[in-house]
């Protein structure tokens, strides 16, 4: 079973800071997913990335595939309160099994104002 | 379009007692995947159904738990007998056929069910 390490596990900064989240594997993704997760509610896809080198952005967050296609990472420009929530990567299943997701810990990450 | 329904929000049993999650799909998916969100294991992939059928199970605990998803009404996840360690964020998600679907191969999760076993 491939295993998904995310860093750091929390995260506390300020209103306008900027921050990186990251998530490691020691095998090769097809393809990574982010999700964000606020307090009593489910998990909501920010992003899914597929090739190598990719850079993706949405607003504030820009999102990045490691080359090898081992690593990803989130990175946020002048966070927000808004911000706050567990972050997390997902693998995908193969084929049919597409929605058979394996998650990282997650990083929590809370901005203050 | 409505998105992916779970009932009831929270739930509270007592041990021993059953514990019955519902869980209606986005309009159009006939995909359902149910997981399960401990606070010291994070989020886990439980089962995979599609209507009438179990496709993957794999993350199933091998006693107590059962699933469903028959040809018409919601999804259930079925908790015999529950146990302290049973409490935990119970997620549904849906997703349409593969490839089909402006959406694609993306899953859409609901807001999912709290149980607390007392």
């Known amino acids: 079973t491939q295993l998904l390490e995310q860093s750091p596990q929390f995260l506390s900064i300020q209103e306008g800071e900027n921050l990186t989240v990251y998530c490691n594997s020691s095998?090769?993704?097809?393809?990574l997913q982010w999700y964000r997760q606020e307090p009593g509610e489910g998990p909501v896809l920010l992003v899914t990335?597929?090739?190598?080198?990719e850079v993706k952005k949405l607003k504030r967050l820009t999102f990045q595939f490691g080359d090898a296609r081992k690593d990803s990472s989130l990175h946020i420009t002048a966070a927000q309160p808004g911000d706050t929530g567990l972050y997390l990567c997902a693998l995908q299943g193969g084929g049919t099994s597409y929605g058979k997701l394996t998650f990282g810990q997650g990083t929590i990450l809370t901005v203050h104002p | 379009n409505a998105g992916v329904m779970q009932n009831p929000r929270h739930l509270v049993r007592r041990r021993g007692q059953e514990a019955r999650l519902r869980c209606s799909p986005m309009?159009?998916?006939?995909?359902v995947y149910w997981y399960r969100q401990l606070p010291e294991e994070g989020l886990k992939f439980m089962v995979y159904?599609?209507?009438?059928?179990?496709?993957?199970e794999s993350g199933m605990p091998k006693e107590r738990f059962s699933a469903e998803f028959p040809k018409e009404g919601p999804s259930i996840l079925r908790i015999q007998q529950v146990v302290r360690g049973d409490s935990a964020a119970y997620f549904c998600?849906?997703?349409?056929?593969?490839?089909?679907?402006?959406?694609?191969?993306?899953?859409?999760f609901g807001e999912g069910s709290w149980l607390t076993v007392v």
């Open positions: 309009k159009g998916h006939s995909h």
């Open positions: 095998s090769v993704f097809s393809s």
């Open positions: 990335v597929v090739t190598g080198g």
């Open positions: 998600a849906s997703s349409p056929g593969l490839g089909q679907g402006s959406s694609g191969n993306t899953i859409y």
């Open positions: 159904l599609q209507k009438e059928n179990i496709i993957d």
